[in-house]
């Protein structure tokens, strides 16, 4: 698989390699060309790419060309020599203090903060990281994507974002985050539950206006763990001949996980305030065969290639009961998911 996977880098060549969760083999998806398609429709197959960022299409890896590797049944990780520049505590603290100004004057009820850490690699090589996180995270969706035309991207996200078959929809609430104690459960303070509950309703809310006649069922809320953290969970489901892929995009995204409460003033305030452009963090990614099938993923816990080395993403989502530092701590727990397989 590494062989493979290298050799098409250095052609250049477009691929996508991706694990399903509990998968024990790795999908490729590659071009013999470097055409940058796009979809507008969906109506054609393949791997979606999409950004944060609102837009009417979307980057695909046609799934014209396709091979199969099995992962290996042991973990063997390979380290690299790495230098991780996170000096960006000030300005995040700052910007979680001006949301909490924000929530006292304006409606807005969470949002969605993030930041960049710089890794430079000395012998960077990312088809064995990809490798490393697959095997590191069995129950994450684990995706490697590059394409000259829009750079590589890699991570290993817990979080599903809708998946379609059959008219049935299933995504879910995902927040809430608590580090895991060896043999312990998770412990919910009440502004992880306030969090929780926020995504859960905006989620509802927002299903109810785009498909109002289709009945939902959302599930109680259970914690659940993504390597050394937990979330706090719960499940959205429907059934109906009206849902639509396309449709599905425009009423959750962003989702309030990553963007915030209410959806068009917490986008606002990011693309406001952050500072920096998150490119295809916080969006979502992931199969599509029509508009009537797909499974897709958020977009979290992952990394731009760069020519140095990894730029790696991680955010925390904001309430009236956040405390700055905490939100800070949340961040570098939240990179240790990535940084883990380099």
Not at 116 to 141: G, I
Request: net charge negative; hydrophobic share 40%.
């Amino acid at each position: 698989m590494l062989e493979a996977l290298d050799a098409l880098t250095e052609n250049k060549q477009p691929f996508v390699a991706f694990k399903l969760p509990n998968a024990k083999e790795v999908n490729l998806y590659y071009q013999k060309d470097d055409q940058l398609h796009m979809t507008y429709d969906f109506s054609e197959a393949g791997f979606l790419m999409a950004p944060f960022a609102d837009t009417e299409f979307y980057s695909y890896i046609p799934s014209t060309y396709s091979h199969r590797f099995d992962l290996p049944s042991e973990v063997s990780i390979v380290r690299s020599g790495l230098t991780v520049s996170d000096d960006n505590q000030k300005p995040f603290v700052s910007l979680v203090q001006q949301a909490l100004t924000e929530f006292e004057n304006t409606d807005l009820k969470k949002v969605v903060v993030s930041r960049v850490l710089v890794v430079t690699a000395s012998d960077k090589n990312p088809t064995q990281t990809f490798q490393n996180l697959a095997l590191l995270y069995p129950t994450a969706f684990v995706y490697y994507w590059h394409h000259p035309a829009t750079g590589s991207w890699m991570g290993a996200t817990p979080e599903r974002f809708a998946n379609l078959e059959d008219n049935r929809l299933h995504t879910i609430a995902l927040a809430g985050t608590s580090s895991v104690h060896q043999g312990q459960k998770a412990m919910w303070t009440p502004k992880e539950i306030e969090e929780q509950q926020l995504v859960t309703d905006a989620i509802e809310t927002s299903m109810k206006t785009m498909f109002p006649a289709v009945q939902l069922k959302i599930s109680a809320v259970k914690s659940i763990q993504a390597g050394a953290l937990w979330h706090l969970k719960t499940d959205v489901q429907a059934e109906s001949t009206e849902l639509s892929i396309s449709k599905v995009i425009k009423a959750l995204h962003p989702t309030p996980a990553v963007g915030g409460v209410p959806k068009d003033e917490s986008t606002a305030f990011i693309l406001k305030n952050e500072g920096y452009d998150r490119k295809f963090y916080t969006g979502f990614l992931g199969l599509f065969e029509g508009d009537s099938n797909a499974d897709l993923f958020v977009n979290l816990r992952c990394a731009e290639i760069t020519s140095n080395g990894y730029n790696v993403f991680v955010g925390a989502g904001i309430t009236s009961k956040s405390d700055p530092m905490n939100e800070w701590k949340e961040t570098q727990r939240k990179a240790k998911t990535f940084c883990q397989a380099l």
